[in-house]
């Protein structure tokens, strides 16, 4: 399915961008999936125009609810993958998620930030020094050599299958979580399936190489040591840096750089609400998002001319 716009994410910041721009006559799909940070506020009484406050719950879901009413293509699956299939003066990008393919010609990033860490020993030291939160940054590094990405989910897939093309080996280590749904994402590309393997035992902390200067493998609560020259963090969905470092967008720390238009360094990409850091509330999402939104649209109007 094509469109003029899909938005990532369907928090206060998707979902104000994504009115703005289907008032705007424009066509516009939203896609979600994972918990939003809404949801976990308990209550809300800071937010203009509720005089007995709402939940976070409640107010994410009117926001849902209120897209679709406007007739706004709302879909509920995970991004696992995003490229740039032409670029200007007529942009194009793919959105993959959920097995379906989409694409369009902007893109408005909402998914919030959220770089998770395993609570394994020896994660924050190795950054840089042999564990990597991108494979696509990363794994030309690993050419021929052994590799383990941690996670469970759909996303540590989608980074396992692009390292297996590249490394001699790839492991996906679940940490002791269920490998369910590594195995049904696995079975859909049987193209990659059999480099990949998969060890369900809990990850007690990385281990240097020979010189002690960057990672040399994984030791397991059993004792047992699996030896790699990397190690790929891709825990639950991915975030607005993992999708940023997969499309070489500027960065803040881990958030995305923009500038007062929600515009990213990529032609028709922006960006708004916690994913580009800052004031993490609602009123500043809804702001961001709606910038973000109006944005879009003069960039496929000028495209259009």
């Given at each position: 399915?094509?469109?003029?716009?899909?938005?990532?994410?369907a928090g206060p910041a998707g979902v104000s961008a994504a009115l703005y721009a289907k008032r705007a006559n424009l066509n516009v799909a939203v896609i979600y999936s994972g918990e939003s940070q809404l949801e976990k506020a308990h209550k809300i009484d800071n937010y203009y125009g509720f005089s007995e406050g709402i939940t976070g719950p409640d107010l994410y879901k009117n926001g849902i609810e209120q897209a679709k009413n406007l007739g706004i293509e709302v879909i509920?699956?995970?991004?696992?993958?995003?490229?740039?299939?032409?670029?200007?003066?007529?942009?194009?990008?793919?959105?993959?998620a959920g097995g379906n393919e989409y694409t369009a010609t902007s893109l408005i990033l909402a998914t919030g930030n959220k770089k998770l860490r395993p609570n394994i020993a020896g994660i924050v030291d190795f950054e840089g020094k042999g564990v990597s939160?991108?494979?696509v940054?990363?794994?030309?590094?690993?050419?021929?050599?052994?590799?383990?990405?941690?996670?469970?989910?759909?996303?540590?897939?989608?980074?396992?299958?692009?390292?297996?093309?590249?490394?001699?080996s790839v492991t996906?280590?679940?940490?002791?979580?269920?490998?369910?749904?590594v195995k049904s994402a696995l079975s859909k590309?049987?193209?990659?399936?059999?480099?990949?393997?998969?060890?369900?035992?809990?990850?007690?902390?990385i281990i240097l190489?020979?010189?002690?200067?960057?990672?040399?493998?994984?030791?397991?609560?059993?004792?047992?040591?699996?030896?790699?020259?990397?190690?790929?963090?891709?825990l639950g969905s991915a975030g607005a840096a993992d999708f940023a470092k997969k499309l070489g967008l500027a960065l803040n720390g881990d958030s995305i750089a923009t500038n007062e238009k929600m515009a990213t360094n990529a032609p028709g990409i922006f960006s708004c609400g916690n994913a580009n850091g800052g004031l993490l509330q609602v009123c500043k999402a809804v702001y961001e998002g709606g910038v973000a939104g109006l944005s879009a649209v003069d960039y496929i109007r000028k495209i259009k001319q």
């Amino acid at each position: 399915m094509t469109y003029d716009i899909i938005i990532i994410g369907a928090g206060p910041a998707g979902v104000s961008a994504a009115l703005y721009a289907k008032r705007a006559n424009l066509n516009v799909a939203v896609i979600y999936s994972g918990e939003s940070q809404l949801e976990k506020a308990h209550k809300i009484d800071n937010y203009y125009g509720f005089s007995e406050g709402i939940t976070g719950p409640d107010l994410y879901k009117n926001g849902i609810e209120q897209a679709k009413n406007l007739g706004i293509e709302v879909i509920q699956a995970e991004v696992t993958h995003i490229e740039m299939l032409a670029p200007p003066p007529k942009t194009q990008y793919s959105v993959k998620a959920g097995g379906n393919e989409y694409t369009a010609t902007s893109l408005i990033l909402a998914t919030g930030n959220k770089k998770l860490r395993p609570n394994i020993a020896g994660i924050v030291d190795f950054e840089g020094k042999g564990v990597s939160y991108c494979a696509v940054c990363d794994g030309f590094f690993y050419r021929k050599k052994n590799v383990a990405v941690i996670g469970n989910g759909t996303f540590a897939v989608e980074e396992a299958s692009h390292l297996a093309h590249i490394a001699d080996s790839v492991t996906i280590l679940t940490d002791g979580k269920s490998d369910d749904e590594v195995k049904s994402a696995l079975s859909k590309d049987s193209s990659v399936a059999q480099k990949i393997k998969i060890d369900v035992r809990k990850v007690s902390k990385i281990i240097l190489n020979e010189e002690g200067s960057k990672v040399g493998g994984v030791s397991f609560e059993d004792g047992e040591t699996l030896t790699v020259d990397g190690v790929f963090v891709a825990l639950g969905s991915a975030g607005a840096a993992d999708f940023a470092k997969k499309l070489g967008l500027a960065l803040n720390g881990d958030s995305i750089a923009t500038n007062e238009k929600m515009a990213t360094n990529a032609p028709g990409i922006f960006s708004c609400g916690n994913a580009n850091g800052g004031l993490l509330q609602v009123c500043k999402a809804v702001y961001e998002g709606g910038v973000a939104g109006l944005s879009a649209v003069d960039y496929i109007r000028k495209i259009k001319q």
